[in-house]
């Protein structure tokens, strides 16, 4: 009987123990895995950015505009908009040899794709791209940050097919394009004045308070945020494009 009895007993151990193996084997792959190779980059999951940041000190960036940066981050990211890694990176972090792993807001984002290849001819060594982004990092469950929260405001948006109507009814209106200075030298809205969104808290006095703002992002991702900040900074009449510059190019597109 006690033979019976032990021979049970190991049985349910060895059950236990498999169960225990299967829940643990998933998460210690998951932060074990090495980076993968994606467009000639070296991309990572959320797991393995913690790995880095405790095991090698490795240095997260966010390559959004800083407003959006100390709007909502990755705890402990600094600040570098794409449109500064060649002027910051090599100042911020003079050791080559530091990892350094890049994120933007989500997979359709490439800015940190586009700073990865910057670091890589700055000579870095060790530089990773976050799969995903933000958007990857919350979803595997890891809180964002908030330094400075740009407060959220009702903003009206208009569709590419308004816009020819809505210059001619809005008197003296201001047409803010806040995408990357290259972007805007491509194309364009006629009469339109290019602010970056990067510099957008520095060159605040640009923009009138009291008239008409019309802003403009790549993809319409962007431009809610830069309106609620103007909005919280006294502008009083601020309109966004739905969709962006890609929702306008691709109407004239289906026109021609």
């Not at 009469?191 to 403009?216: C, M, Q, S, T």
Request: positive net charge.
């Amino acid at each position: 009987m006690g033979l019976m009895m032990s021979t049970f007993h190991q049985k349910r151990i060895g059950k236990a123990a498999a169960v225990v193996m299967l829940f643990i084997l998933p998460f210690f792959f998951s932060c074990s895995a090495t980076p993968t190779q994606e467009g000639g980059q070296s991309t990572i999951d959320p797991a393995m950015v913690t790995s880095l940041m405790k095991e090698k000190s490795a240095a997260v960036i966010d390559t959004m505009s800083y407003l959006e940066c100390m709007d909502h981050r990755i705890p402990g990211s600094h600040c570098i908009a794409l449109e500064e890694i060649d002027m910051k990176l090599s100042s911020s972090f003079p050791e080559k040899s530091r990892p350094l792993i890049f994120y933007c807001e989500s997979d359709r984002c490439p800015r940190a794709g586009l700073a990865y290849k910057k670091a890589k001819l700055l000579g870095y060594e060790s530089i990773y791209v976050l799969e995903d982004g933000l958007v990857a990092w919350k979803r595997a469950g890891y809180e964002a940050e908030t330094i400075q929260r740009v407060k959220r405001a009702p903003v009206i948006s208009i569709k590419s097919t308004r816009l020819e109507a809505f210059k001619k009814e809005k008197k003296d209106l201001f047409i803010l394009d806040i995408r990357p200075e290259d972007a805007f030298k491509e194309n364009h809205i006629d009469d339109a004045r290019n602010i970056p969104f990067y510099l957008l808290h520095k060159r605040l006095k640009e923009i009138p308070k009291h008239g008409p703002v019309f802003v403009i992002d790549e993809n319409g991702k962007r431009s809610f945020l830069a309106c609620c900040y103007l909005i919280n900074n006294g502008v009083k009449d601020v309109t966004r494009l739905f969709g962006g510059m890609e929702a306008l190019v691709r109407q004239n597109s289906d026109k021609g």
